[in-house]
């Protein structure tokens, strides 16, 4: 498995003036998850190793609050396997049938990371995004957004200040790749914190426009094509830079609904079977710039298809509404 070389890491870090603040993982000053509670399972994929869980925590001796925990298997690196197998560790065989064995090994801790996502307070909303849940699917017009979903949003979408927070580097300073920084037609490229940023085989990134009140792809027209260009080109070229990967082993593309309304682009391996990419959310960023070539308010008219889950309130709404 390819690995982002750490000396690469830590040139391009010196490069963009960032070294000064990387002072490596660093220990919170209280435990994130004092007093944790388990109040359900939210989610649990075997495949993925992966399982989201709804607790309570008891932070600075404060009043219980809502706590959505992320546990997370981290990717295989193949020179520290190596090494490990190499070492001879203890093997607890589990079966052997000719010329297949099966065997227990425990690692030590340092092969053993579960990466763990905190998400405290948290909202309702944030403990439904988690939870598996019926989907269907929504064919929404033009006139749909308007009169339904956009007010929906604007009454109740997600907090960005986690957007704000990196684009007035508050917070996440340290790990920005790149910066454009034009106010109309700029954006910061960053790790998407799905992504450990050990191996590039899942390698996850987005970029955030610097201009704020795009909210998603319904509100681009043709004046946001040099604000798209410069993400599709920045974009690949600061990834080839930093990571070695071209633009034709990246996956560029917007969610259409997204969970945050602030305009990002997603940036992802194409071997990566990341979440979020099935046909029914995420569109191309190329197709996106030539649709919107051809038809400058394409995204504001045609009909776009998504699913919501069915406990949604914008089902509700669209539903109450007669739109589906
Ligand atoms: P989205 O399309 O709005 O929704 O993408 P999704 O989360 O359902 O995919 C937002 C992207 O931002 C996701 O890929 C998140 O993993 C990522 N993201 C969310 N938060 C709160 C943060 C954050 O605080 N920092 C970083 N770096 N990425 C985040």
Redesign the pocket.
Known sequence: MAQVGEKRKREDKAENGSGDTDTGPSVPSHHPLSGFQLQAVLRESARDKTIFLHGKVTRNAQDAEDAVVILERVPFQADSVSRLLAERPELKLQLENDIYSVYHLNPPPELNEIKTTV?CPATEKHIK?YQRQDVCLIHETGDDYDSVTLPFIEAQSLSVQ??Y??LEKK??AD?IVHENPDPENGFIL?????WNQKQVDDL?L?AISHPRGIKSLRDLTADHLPLLKNILHEGQEAILKRYGLRGNQLRIY??Y?????HL?V?FTALGHDA??TSVERAHLLCDVIQNLEREPRYYRTRTLTYALRADEPLLKKLKDAGKC
Do not use: C, M, T
Not at 190 to 194: A, G, L, R, V
């Open positions: 998400i995004k986690w957007v927070n990196i917070a996440e790990r960053i790790p998407d914190f799905k996850y987005i917007l969610h609904q997204p969970s945050y309304y990002h997603h979440p979020g």
